[in-house]
């Protein structure tokens, strides 16, 4: 290995880059354009259900419960229904997810009788919204029928009831429960992953589809050499976009980073190292920058949004995946950056995860090195 | 690793190579060898064999059989070393056209090691050889194939290399500038370095010092051009022109005294019998069957004429014995 060679082909490949549009795009503006997208496209939070409220009491009793409803936070009042009809076109015309029906007995019940019924209707062809909305919705109306025991306690002279048992709750890392703060981490991964396979992945083929590759095995550079050359300038690139999304992450979307930088800049390098040595085994195996930038985006972008446990977590997967996952590179790269934003882990509580990426830049480095050979042959 | 067997005086020596791909065989049974500072020419067809034959010397492609010696190295044994030795420049993959006439040259001094202290002068000379001073920053893309083809040249010779390949240099490339590159690749020659260059202009073989007539990776002569020319052809060589030509030809194969008809453009080339008076004959028949002769009259065969006479023979004797 001579440095003179590998400075030569780095400096090269610098200047291609900045004069090549697509690369430029990959590297400056893709990370931007995913932080955006997916920071604020991609939320698991359900807030502002629409909800359509056919209130057919009309009394200060009903108007109390719908008043804890447009109180809360998981629920927006879209449209007050006079009847079924108009209910069931709310809930086909999309104007509402959920339907509240307070009947027209539910004072008189609540004072009679010391309970009383509200109906909920639900959208469910989504699911999930769908189930947590009615879980929202029961605990809008638990803490209504509360209040109303409370009340009638202290009407009646009796002391509050006591006892039963209250779960005080604390929930860690991720205080507010946003779920901004858990996606973001793993949008960095995915950009690096993303990013750095695909520059790398244009960088032998371009050269074997312009004819250069010719002319440069044909010089006394090695292999390796080439190799060192190629991927310092991406491994450049790589950290300033690390660099570029953790400014982005903790000031933009004031996600907290509680890890220390160092640990964060050992494991990126890692990352990379896998990632770059993926892309350049891409490009060194496929000899086309069209198939070589698919096969890019196939190995990198797919496992990496779905089997690396950023938005969707492994451990709620069925095993056969979840033994796939531990295929993915990203997924030891996700679960460092979750665990250095949120918890602020130290590199040894990550001891495991950094070892299996070590194993895997070994791995993807020994291949690479091996994958480019200076022959036509 | 050096071959003893192999003296100083000898840059490139070749020992019954073979090159298949698959079942096509690519180069059948080569044997050449070249002096130093001497320049010698790949001359036929596209397909017959001179760009994997120059490959392989410089080895980007492993020989199926036969061994290689490029100054002095196995060729197949230690790739690496060679290229130390040798430039090697192509018309087809040369140089990158995103870089600037001065960033090319600066990327190959560093592939090549040239040492910083020599860099600059070489630089210039290169720049200066290719007529390219005042043009260090523009982009190669936008350079005409004369000067492309010629900082080309001036790449492949930053690190003074013994040996050079120049697999069809001149290709595409207009003759006011391909004589300028002729006269480049003299002045090197002068300084005692061997070049190997191919080209499928019959013309420049006048230009090499021995000539490689190769057709179908066979190697049918390895002679200097004036040694090429006083070849026997087999007879007289006679050119005609005339109004249909596609006629002639049929009428002049089989003809009494008429051994091979060829067509060069717009004008036919015909062998005949010495001395047998078959011109007039050729006149008469052509007369008989309405062709209009413009002019026939015997001319020095060229190395097109002998090229293309050899090729039909090797392939007569070919079928004859296959």
């Known amino acids: 290995m001579r440095w003179k060679r590998i400075r030569a082909i780095a400096v090269k490949e610098m200047i291609q880059i900045r004069r090549d549009t697509r690369s430029l795009i990959i590297a400056l503006f893709m990370p931007l354009m995913q932080l955006i997208l997916l920071g604020y496209g991609v939320s698991l939070d359900i807030k502002h259900v629409p909800i359509c409220v056919y209130d057919q009491e009309g009394s200060q009793n009903s108007q109390a419960l719908l008043k804890h409803f447009q109180a809360s936070d998981y629920f927006s009042i879209t449209a007050l229904l006079g009847n079924y009809r108009q209910v069931k076109r709310a809930l086909d015309s999309d104007l509402c997810r959920v339907a ?6 539910f004072s008189e019940r609540l004072s009679d009788q010391g309970s009383s019924t509200v109906s909920l209707l639900a959208d469910a062809s989504d699911d999930n919204t769908a189930n947590i909305a009615i879980g929202y919705a029961q605990a809008v109306v638990a803490t209504f029928s509360g209040n109303v025991q409370l009340e009638a306690a202290g009407f009646g ?21 946003d779920s901004r703060y858990f996606i973001i981490p793993g949008v960095i991964a995915l950009i690096m992953a993303l990013v750095g396979a695909l520059l790398t992945s244009l960088t032998i083929s371009r050269e074997w589809e312009r004819g250069t590759m010719e002319l440069l095995i044909s010089t006394p ?30 000031f933009w979307f004031h996600v907290p980073f509680r890890g220390t930088l160092f640990t964060l800049f050992f494991t990126t390098s890692l990352f990379l190292v896998v990632v770059l040595g993926v892309g350049f085994l891409i490009s060194a195996g496929i000899k086309s920058q069209i198939g070589a930038t698919q096969i890019a985006v196939l190995v990198t972008l797919l496992p990496t949004s779905i089997l690396s446990g950023y938005a969707f977590p492994i451990d709620q997967m069925p095993p056969v995946v979840q033994t796939i996952t531990y295929l993915v590179f990203a997924r030891y790269y996700v679960t460092i950056l979750k665990a250095l934003f949120l918890k602020g882990s130290g590199i040894l509580d990550l001891a495991s995860p950094i070892f299996a990426m070590i194993i895997y830049a070994s791995v993807v480095a020994f291949l690479a090195g091996r994958a480019f050979k200076k022959t036509l042959d | 690793m050096r071959d003893p067997a192999v003296s100083d005086e000898v840059a490139i020596r070749v020992d ?13 049974h080569i044997s050449f060898q070249v002096e130093r500072g001497k320049i010698i020419g790949f001359l036929g067809p596209n397909g ?8 392989i010397l410089c ?3 492993r020989p199926t059989e036969g061994r290689v010696f490029v100054a002095g190295i196995d060729v197949a044994r230690d790739p690496e070393s060679v290229r130390q030795h040798i430039g090697y420049m192509s018309q087809k993959f040369s140089l990158y056209s995103d870089l600037t006439v001065l960033e090319n040259l600066q990327f190959f001094g560093g592939i090549y090691r040239v040492p910083k202290n020599l860099l600059p002068e070489r630089i210039h000379f290169a720049l200066e050889m290719a007529g390219l001073l005042g043009r260090e920053n523009a982009l190669v893309s936008t350079l005409a194939g004369g000067w492309k083809q010629r900082l080309g040249l001036g790449c492949a010779i930053l690190h003074r290399p013994p040996i050079l390949f120049l697999d069809e240099p001149t290709s595409g490339v207009d003759p006011e500038s391909r004589r300028r590159f002729w006269d480049l690749i003299h002045s090197l020659s002068d300084a005692n370095v061997t070049i190997v260059v191919s080209t499928h202009y019959m013309d420049e073989a006048e230009y090499c010092n021995e000539i490689a007539l190769i057709d179908r990776g066979r190697l049918l002569a390895l002679e200097s051009p004036s040694t090429l020319k006083a070849r026997n052809i087999g007879g007289d060589l006679l050119a005609l022109e005339c109004d249909d030509i596609g006629k002639a030809i049929r009428l002049l194969k089989g003809h009494p005294g ?54 039909g023979a090797e392939r007569d004797s070919r079928r004859a014995n296959p």
């Open chain 1, 100 to 105: 509240i029906v307070v009947p027209h007995d």
């Open chain 2, 258 to 311: 008429v051994r091979d008809v060829a067509a060069f453009g717009n004008r036919l080339h015909i062998i005949v019998d010495r001395d047998k008076g078959a011109s007039s004959a050729i006149a008469n028949t052509l007369a008989q069957h309405t062709v209009l002769v413009k002019r026939l009259d015997q001319i020095e065969p060229t190395i097109d004429d002998i090229f293309v006479q050899m090729v």
């Open chain 1, 221 to 250: 550079v090695s292999s390796n050499e080439v190799m060192a050359g190629k991927l310092i300038p991406y491994f450049v690139i790589g950290l300033a976009d690390a660099v570029f999304c953790l400014v982005f992450a903790v």
């Open chain 1, 157 to 177: 002279g009796n002391p509050p009831p006591q006892g039963g048992v209250l779960l005080q709750e604390r929930v860690w890392f991720n205080e507010g429960l």
């Open chain 2, 16 to 28: 019954n190579l073979v090159k298949r791909f698959g079942d096509f065989v690519a180069i059948d």
């Open chain 2, 59 to 61: 080895g980007l492609l």
């Open chain 2, 48 to 55: 017959a064999g001179k760009s994997t034959t120059i490959r």
